[in-house]
């Protein structure tokens, strides 16, 4: 029997912008999926065509439970989760041999199988390696850890990242003179929180201003404009939605003595909750008992 665990992804500044080139911050987050797999005759498999991808892919059988941390299609990257951290517990389970960027490989290749060409390597790779990383071009650049806390705010309105991917396509073919300026715009924005990543108020002013051009490329939710709104009114440096969008997560960041303040606004406001911070590990394999 084997255990492994990776984290959730958020993404800090830059989502969408990145489909396009540009760059985008995205982290490593405490909320964990925890895989366990068991070489059996009888496979007994969630229901999960990640899951079952990961055993093709490796080219055994065996079962699995998954014990996960992360809420589903909320926009932290908990199907990329589960995809490295199955992969990572069947190559031990059944002594594979594969190296920690083999596994990030794979699972990025089943994403993308399994989410029909839309997956980006993105949260695959956040939830192998753990820690900050500068997103640009595909290729990822890891950052200085940084010991901020992030209240997020899942609005429990179920969305698709794919055709959040698409809505903002439609847009950019449509209107590219409208479109292409606030994609720059937000490109622009991830280059300006690197030089200021150690002054939470401008990071704030920041992500308010990327909350703003999310809106105007048209993935907002009234839901996760109430959540955003809540979250400055109690004393966040700055709040934004997280992830695709139209639904699924905003974040927020906030001063520490503010943080439970700022969470008890979200559920006030029909959200859920979670307060976090980086999490520099990746995939990490679990002792047992
Ligand atoms: C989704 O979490 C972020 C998007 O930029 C898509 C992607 O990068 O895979 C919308």
């Known amino acids: ?23 985008g911050i995205a982290m490593a987050i405490r909320p964990r999926v925890y895989v366990t797999v068991r070489k059996s005759s009888h496979a007994h498999h969630a229901r999960s065509l990640y899951i079952e991808q990961c055993f093709k892919e490796m080219g055994v059988r065996g079962s699995v ?8 299609s909320s926009g932290l990257g908990s ?25 990030a490989n794979l699972a990025f290749k089943i994403e993308k199988k399994v989410q029909k060409g839309r997956a980006s390597p993105t ?28 209240v997020i705010g899942n609005s429990q309105i179920s969305h698709s990242t794919s055709r959040m991917v698409e809505r903002v396509a439609q847009f950019k073919e449509g209107d590219p003179s409208i479109c292409n300026p606030i994609i720059d715009a937000i490109g622009g924005l991830s280059y300006q929180a690197l030089q200021h990543i150690h002054d939470p108020i401008r990071l704030g002013e920041l992500m308010d201003i990327n909350h703003a051009l999310l809106e105007a490329l048209g993935v907002g939710h009234p839901a996760l404009s109430r959540l955003v709104l809540a979250c400055r009114q109690t004393g966040a440096y700055g709040a934004k939605i997280t992830g695709a969008g139209g639904g699924g997560c905003m974040v927020a960041l906030a001063p520490k003595n503010l943080k439970g303040r700022v969470a008890g606004a979200i559920e006030v406001f029909d959200g859920r909750a979670i307060i976090t911070s980086l999490d520099c590990e990746g995939l990490r394999r679990e002792e047992e008992g």
Do not use: C
């Open 1 to 23: 029997m084997a255990t492994w665990s990776a984290p959730g992804k958020l993404f800090l500044f830059g989502e969408h912008a990145v489909v396009y080139g540009k760059p």
């Open 65 to 72: 439970y998954i014990n996960s941390q992360i809420p589903s």
């Open 79 to 103: 199907s990329g989760a589960v995809t490295v951290a199955t992969l990572a517990a069947i190559n031990e389970e059944f002594n594979i041999g594969k190296t920690i960027h083999e596994i």
């Open 123 to 150: 949260d695959t790779s956040v939830s192998t390696y753990g820690g900050m990383f500068l997103i640009l071009n595909g290729e990822r650049k890891r950052l200085a850890p940084q010991n901020y806390q992030f």
